[in-house]
């Protein structure tokens, strides 16, 4: 008697869950369609190849033995990718969204929280994976360099990648309209980049400005990113050392730590995203 009376109930758990993955792939579809034809998006899209520059600048050096100058610096630019996208684009969109009232239609329409940032998310995820990629692709062309430890590596992007769109999604709360989400997405896209390791040496920040920075999602991706291309110890200004297998994800653990908690946070800091548009008072 417990038996059958357990799978119904069953079914009825799984249920909600089933259709909040269909919504989730169908509004993946439609922010794929929208982002091709959002001019915003395609600029923020274009953007990290400004960003992208010192990499041919720095060309020809060796910035370890034979990890050439160049390569280090494309090495790590993959959560630029996902900051540039993330931070920015989601922002803007969200924002844009809610003020149109398009958010507080889709909750009222029975659409899930889950499937809305599902898909901005899967959408994103998308975008990078595309500019990555590309950056993969011009490394292995101008220095003949591929990826150590692909899984590490699409693990770090996919990581750093969800947390800023997440946070993406939470600091639209912040802007009124789309146009003031733009200028305020520059405070931590700027923030974030400044203390990520990419531009400036770790070995120029003190040690406590350094174990700030190691907490913060940028500078913990960039150094993992770097570690998984190059097969070596790039982690908090390490020497490079050679490390594979087992050997580099040890190194690479306290590093995916704090990109785990950082996910973790973003996902709990979406209960606070505004819904209803923001009005004067």
């Known amino acids: 008697m417990t038996a059958p009376a357990a799978a119904p109930a069953a079914r009825r758990a799984i249920r909600p869950l089933a259709g909040t993955v ?35 600048i720095t060309e020809g050096g060796e910035i370890r033995p034979g990890v050439d100058a160049g390569a280090y610096f494309l090495g790590g630019a993959f ?3 996902a900051v540039t996208v993330g931070i920015v684009h989601v922002s803007n969109v969200y924002a844009a969204r809610r003020e149109s009232m398009i958010l507080k239609r889709f909750r ?3 659409v899930a929280p889950a499937a809305l940032f599902g898909a901005t998310t899967l959408s994103v995820l998308g975008v990078v994976a595309v500019q990555s990629a590309a950056v993969i692709a011009v490394t292995a062309a101008l220095f003949g360099t591929l990826p150590a430890d692909p899984v590490l590596l699409v693990a770090s992007i996919v990581l750093v990648t969800v947390t800023m769109s997440l946070l993406g999604a939470v600091l639209s709360s912040v802007a009124r309209n789309a146009e003031s989400a ?9 923030g974030l980049l400044a203390v990520s390791g990419l531009y400036l040496p770790a070995e120029l920040l003190p040690g406590w400005a350094l174990t700030i920075t190691g907490l913060l999602p940028m500078a913990p991706a960039v150094d993992l990113a770097r570690s ?6 790039f982690v908090a200004g390490a020497d490079g050392a050679v490390a594979t297998g087992i050997d580099l994800w040890l190194i690479a653990a306290p590093g995916l730590a704090v ?15 505004r819904w209803d548009p923001r009005r004067a008072k």
């Open 22 to 56: 269909r919504q989730t792939l169908r509004l993946t579809r439609t922010e794929f369609v929208l982002f091709y034809r959002y001019r915003m998006a395609l600029y923020v899209a274009l953007l990290p190849v400004a960003f992208l520059l010192p990499a041919f």
């Open 182 to 190: 733009q200028m305020i997405s520059m405070i931590p896209f700027f």
């Open 79 to 81: 959560p630029m990718l």
């Open 108 to 110: 009222l329409s029975g």
């Open 228 to 233: 998984a291309y190059f097969g070596r110890d």
């Open 259 to 273: 990109l785990l908690a950082w996910t973790a946070l973003s996902i709990v800091l979406l209960r606070f995203v």
